[in-house]
């Protein structure tokens, strides 16, 4: 936070303290950035613990190098804490709460949110929710071991899952974290829909604040009956009840459904920011104008629509009804049709466009590649009849990985490094950024098609220590490859950390417009004052107006009124 | 190619407050939060063997009493919609009266339930001693907790009146609020009492 303290100090229009102006601030933009910095800490925590399981995994009981002896209580702690916050300390603050509060009021053309104080509470909340959870590594027994699915009785009796103050801390962080994005997301759906730039209509919103919307939307729909089944399992835990517990006439798979009628929305409600943040990637960098604009829209709301229709394929061999399971088999099939349709527009927009690879360029492109297998993979897990045999496998694992690594971290990247000159007013090293690419992905595809292969051999996923299964010891040696991808993944990682502070007080400076776009954030002074705009812009056409025919410049921002075509946006700002 | 519009783009004004339109937000996932809470009650309930689904000693749910009840929670709703209506003619004095009257009938309701936790409470029923128990205290304990804050929201909006400083957009944010604490009820009312 300091770094950014340091490059605001330059600007010097407002003289606030230190705390005042970027831990109680009710700006959009530091809010964003206070999101982003919290999710970008707790990624180290998840990496961390997915670093210490997996060389357990690969050789088992031998010491982890700045760990020890991993036991098998640890091992269980460690993969739920891996889950819980790469999802929700990690993928939902930075996809949804940094992208969603830094960008809405930017492209939106106004100077804050429409509750900024609502907005400010809501990032309280969060770090409170987080801080909670890191706490719980503190407590007798240990951080919650219980799986980040949480099914009881595994969860709700603590002589199963050995960590009575771990689970119920768990829960509430996790429930302190939903009533943070609930205020946000409330914030976020107001403000786009009462604070738009004049001559903004419905559909010259760029793609990236439909989607955060859109999955805002998702969000507040379907998080209250997991709040209903927090409680209840909090209560489980604490108080006696026994709503999960079949000896008192409670039902435990009741809470597979509360959870999973959130879970499964909750993949669209960071993959829909994901897609965004890659369309808008992709238009700038391929120069042309996004193939089917409203078809994406309709698309993303049907995908909306569907998601809370798909649940219970996690629940094929729970013992739910074999004709359920054939409806919600039929249902996942079909979700998987919007997306490919969202899938084969982006590459509609690449066809025939003048392609930059520049590091966003790069990271977008990515995304496609690989949340491409993630699908296909996807198809055999929603068929309840081959999902019955990859169930709870590494198969299972590899596919999930294949669509949230794309979604919480190359997505995460392409936007981060498209919008960096807009955050901080300076340019990133573009070679770093390429070797910081090309290690991550390879290394990420070197960890996860192995498991793939380890999963359909028969590999178990809640498995402490594959020693003790010698059938299954010829898939060792792709293992030990899994964990040694991982290595050289993280290695990769403190290139693009360097490259970030770095460029934060060292880097080229950007100027308005570097990427030459068209959307509103982009006539906003790098990094946008308080207010955002020296003067408000109004809108003329949608974002997206790239190489135009008989314009001089193959771009036409938002903001530029038509009768000047040959005007450059630079003056602008 | 689309030509852009000429000329000045018209000002933009919002279709609903946006006071009001994020508390409706906010109602929409507290409706789902409810739905959460009596789909769950509703599942439990059809899978328990039919003798576990009842609570301890022959006590049965006061239906009767949590009618009366309801009825005066219902009235709070109907005063509020008036001083709604003398609030848009600038009938401040009649308003703020009916504010009053809706905000001590909201209030009612809850120290009224409140008098049957007690008996239920002192006949043994609680939380632990069965799974009906534990939704019903569980639910009814959650709207109930609702509906105090909206009291106290409303106790604001009536202070605020009467001294001449109530916002529109802070009355109708609590208004809507009220409006589905007292909707919901019915609902819940049916589903578990019965």
């Given at each position: 936070?300091?770094a950014?303290?340091?490059?605001?100090?330059e600007?010097?229009?407002?003289?606030?303290?230190?705390?005042?102006?970027?831990?109680?601030?009710?700006?959009?933009?530091?809010?964003?950035?206070?999101?982003?910095?919290?999710?970008?800490?707790?990624?180290?925590?998840?990496g961390?613990?997915?670093?210490?399981?997996?060389?357990?995994?690969?050789?088992?009981?031998?010491?982890?190098?700045?760990?020890?002896?991993?036991?098998?209580?640890?091992?269980?702690?460690?993969?739920?804490?891996?889950?819980?916050?790469?999802?929700?300390?990690?993928?939902?603050?930075?996809?949804?709460?940094?992208?969603?509060?830094?960008?809405?009021?930017?492209?939106?053309?106004?100077?804050?949110?429409?509750?900024?104080?609502?907005?400010?509470?809501?990032?309280?909340?969060?770090?409170?929710?987080?801080?909670?959870?890191?706490?719980?590594?503190?407590?007798p027994?240990?951080?919650?071991?219980?799986?980040?699915?949480?099914?009881p009785?595994?969860?709700?009796?603590?002589?199963?899952?050995?960590?009575?103050?771990?689970?119920?801390?768990?829960?509430?962080?996790?429930?302190?974290e939903?009533?943070?994005?609930?205020?946000?997301?409330?914030?976020?759906?107001?403000?786009?829909?009462?604070?738009?730039?004049?001559?903004?209509?419905?559909?010259?919103?760029?793609?990236?604040?439909?989607?955060?919307?859109l999955?805002?939307?998702?969000?507040?729909?379907?998080?209250?009956?997991?709040?209903?089944?927090?409680?209840?399992?909090?209560?489980?835990?604490?108080?006696?009840?026994?709503?999960?517990?079949?000896?008192?006439?409670?039902?435990?798979?009741?809470?597979?459904h509360?959870?999973?009628?959130?879970?499964?929305?909750?993949v669209?409600?960071?993959?829909?920011?994901?897609?965004?943040?890659?369309?808008?990637?992709?238009?700038?960098?391929?120069?042309?104008?996004?193939?089917?604009?409203?078809?994406?829209?309709?698309?993303?709301?049907?995908?909306s629509?569907?998601?809370?229709?798909?649940?219970?394929?996690?629940q094929?061999?729970?013992?739910?009804?074999?004709?359920?399971?054939?409806?919600?088999?039929?249902?996942?099939?079909?979700?998987?049709v919007?997306?490919?349709?969202?899938?084969?527009?982006?590459?509609?927009?690449?066809?025939?466009?003048?392609?930059?690879?520049?590091?966003?360029?790069?990271?977008?492109?990515?995304?496609?590649?690989?949340?491409?297998?993630?699908?296909?993979?996807?198809?055999?897990?929603?068929?309840?009849?081959?999902?019955?045999?990859?169930?709870?496998?590494?198969?299972?694992?590899?596919?999930?990985h294949?669509?949230?690594?794309?979604?919480?971290?190359?997505?995460?990247f392409?936007?981060?490094?498209?919008?960096?000159?807009?955050?901080?007013?300076?340019?990133?090293?573009?070679?770093?950024g390429?070797?910081?690419?090309?290690?991550?992905?390879?290394?990420?595809?070197?960890?996860?098609?192995?498991?793939?292969?380890?999963?359909?051999?028969?590999?178990?996923?809640?498995?402490?220590?594959?020693?003790?299964?010698?059938?299954?010891?010829?898939?060792?040696?792709?293992?030990?490859?899994?964990?040694?991808?991982?290595?050289?993944?993280?290695?990769?990682?403190?290139?693009?950390?360097?490259?970030?502070?770095?460029?934060?007080?060292?880097?080229?400076?950007?100027?308005?417009?570097?990427?030459?776009?068209?959307?509103?954030?982009w006539?906003?002074?790098?990094?946008?004052?308080?207010?955002?705009?020296?003067?408000?812009?109004?809108?003329?056409?949608?974002?997206?107006?790239?190489?135009?025919?008989?314009?001089?410049?193959?771009?036409?921002?938002?903001?530029?009124?038509?009768?000047?075509?040959?005007?450059?946006?630079?003056?602008?700002? | 190619?689309?030509?852009?519009?000429?000329?000045?783009?018209?000002?933009?004004?919002?279709?609903?407050?946006?006071?009001?339109?994020?508390?409706?937000?906010?109602?929409?996932?507290?409706?789902?939060?409810?739905?959460?809470?009596?789909?769950?009650?509703?599942?439990?309930?059809?899978?328990?063997?039919?003798?576990?689904?009842?609570?301890?000693?022959?006590v049965?749910?006061?239906?009767v009493?949590?009618?009366?009840?309801?009825?005066?929670?219902?009235?709070?709703?109907?005063?509020?919609?008036?001083?709604?209506?003398?609030?848009?003619?600038?009938?401040?004095?009649?308003?703020?009266?009916?504010?009053?009257?809706a905000?001590?009938?909201?209030?009612?309701?809850?120290?009224?339930?409140?008098?049957?936790?007690?008996g239920?409470?002192?006949?043994?029923?609680?939380?632990?001693?069965?799974?009906?128990?534990?939704?019903?205290?569980?639910?009814?304990?959650?709207h109930?907790?609702?509906?105090?804050?909206?009291?106290?929201?409303?106790?604001?909006?009536?202070?605020?009146?009467?001294?001449?400083?109530?916002?529109?957009?802070?009355?109708?944010?609590?208004?809507?609020?009220?409006?589905?604490?007292?909707?919901?009820?019915?609902?819940?009312?049916?589903?578990?009492?019965?």
């Amino acid at each position: 936070m300091s770094a950014h303290a340091a490059s605001h100090a330059e600007h010097g229009h407002h003289e606030q303290g230190f705390v005042r102006k970027y831990l109680l601030s009710t700006d959009h933009k530091v809010i964003g950035l206070q999101y982003l910095f919290t999710g970008m800490l707790m990624a180290l925590i998840g990496g961390f613990t997915v670093y210490v399981f997996r060389m357990q995994l690969a050789f088992p009981g031998e010491e982890v190098p700045l760990w020890g002896r991993v036991t098998a209580a640890q091992y269980n702690a460690l993969v739920t804490t891996h889950g819980s916050v790469m999802i929700f300390w990690v993928a939902m603050p930075v996809l949804i709460a940094a992208f969603g509060n830094f960008l809405i009021p930017l492209m939106l053309g106004c100077d804050d949110m429409v509750f900024p104080r609502l907005n400010r509470l809501s990032y309280q909340l969060f770090l409170l929710s987080a801080l909670i959870l890191i706490a719980s590594f503190f407590v007798p027994g240990g951080p919650f071991g219980g799986a980040w699915t949480a099914y009881p009785p595994l969860s709700a009796d603590p002589a199963y899952n050995a960590t009575p103050w771990g689970a119920t801390l768990w829960l509430i962080a996790v429930a302190l974290e939903f009533v943070a994005f609930l205020l946000g997301g409330i914030n976020f759906i107001t403000t786009a829909m009462n604070s738009r730039a004049p001559g903004m209509k419905m559909f010259d919103v760029p793609i990236v604040i439909w989607m955060i919307v859109l999955a805002s939307l998702v969000f507040m729909a379907s998080v209250g009956p997991l709040i209903a089944g927090a409680i209840m399992l909090l209560f489980d835990q604490r108080f006696g009840t026994g709503f999960f517990n079949p000896a008192t006439g409670g039902d435990p798979v009741l809470w597979q459904h509360l959870f999973w009628f959130f879970g499964h929305p909750e993949v669209y409600v960071v993959l829909l920011p994901a897609l965004g943040i890659v369309a808008e990637v992709m238009t700038t960098f391929s120069r042309k104008k996004l193939f089917a604009y409203r078809t994406v829209i309709f698309t993303a709301i049907a995908t909306s629509i569907i998601s809370f229709f798909v649940w219970a394929h996690h629940q094929f061999v729970a013992g739910i009804d074999p004709r359920m399971a054939g409806l919600f088999t039929v249902t996942t099939l079909i979700i998987s049709v919007p997306i490919a349709e969202m899938m084969f527009i982006y590459i509609a927009t690449l066809y025939g466009g003048s392609i930059r690879f520049t590091t966003p360029m790069l990271w977008a492109l990515a995304f496609i590649a690989e949340f491409l297998i993630g699908g296909v993979t996807g198809i055999y897990l929603g068929a309840a009849g081959s999902d019955v045999y990859f169930h709870d496998t590494y198969f299972v694992l590899a596919h999930f990985h294949y669509t949230f690594f794309p979604i919480a971290f190359i997505a995460t990247f392409a936007g981060l490094t498209y919008w960096f000159p807009k955050m901080f007013g300076r340019m990133m090293d573009e070679r770093l950024g390429k070797i910081h690419f090309w290690g991550t992905i390879i290394a990420f595809n070197v960890i996860f098609i192995p498991l793939f292969l380890t999963g359909a051999g028969g590999d178990h996923r809640r498995i402490f220590d594959y020693s003790l299964f010698p059938e299954l010891a010829g898939l060792q040696g792709l293992r030990v490859l899994a964990t040694i991808g991982l290595l050289v993944l993280i290695a990769f990682q403190p290139i693009f950390i360097y490259n970030f502070i770095n460029s934060m007080f060292r880097g080229k400076v950007a100027g308005a417009n570097p990427w030459r776009a068209n959307t509103l954030e982009w006539a906003a002074p790098s990094p946008p004052p308080h207010g955002n705009f020296p003067e408000m812009p109004v809108v003329y056409r949608g974002p997206y107006e790239y190489s135009v025919e008989g314009r001089d410049e193959d771009y036409w921002p938002q903001h530029v009124p038509p009768d000047d075509p040959k005007r450059p946006a630079e003056q602008v700002a | 190619m689309p030509m852009a519009l000429v000329g000045e783009p018209p000002k933009r004004r919002a279709a609903v407050p946006s006071g009001v339109l994020g508390m409706l937000l906010f109602v929409a996932a507290e409706v789902m939060f409810f739905a959460g809470l009596i789909s769950a009650f509703t599942i439990t309930r059809a899978g328990a063997p039919p003798l576990a689904w009842s609570l301890p000693g022959g006590v049965v749910l006061p239906a009767v009493e949590t009618a009366f009840n309801s009825i005066v929670l219902m009235m709070s709703g109907v005063v509020l919609v008036v001083a709604h209506w003398r609030l848009r003619r600038g009938e401040d004095a009649k308003a703020a009266r009916a504010l009053l009257a809706a905000t001590i009938l909201g209030a009612a309701f809850v120290l009224l339930q409140g008098r049957e936790w007690w008996g239920l409470l002192s006949r043994g029923v609680t939380m632990q001693t069965s799974t009906l128990g534990a939704f019903f205290y569980l639910i009814v304990g959650t709207h109930a907790l609702h509906a105090a804050c909206a009291i106290v929201g409303l106790g604001v909006a009536w202070w605020r009146l009467r001294r001449g400083a109530l916002p529109a957009g802070f009355f109708y944010t609590a208004e809507t609020f009220w409006y589905f604490v007292v909707a919901i009820w019915p609902v819940i009312y049916f589903r578990v009492y019965f």
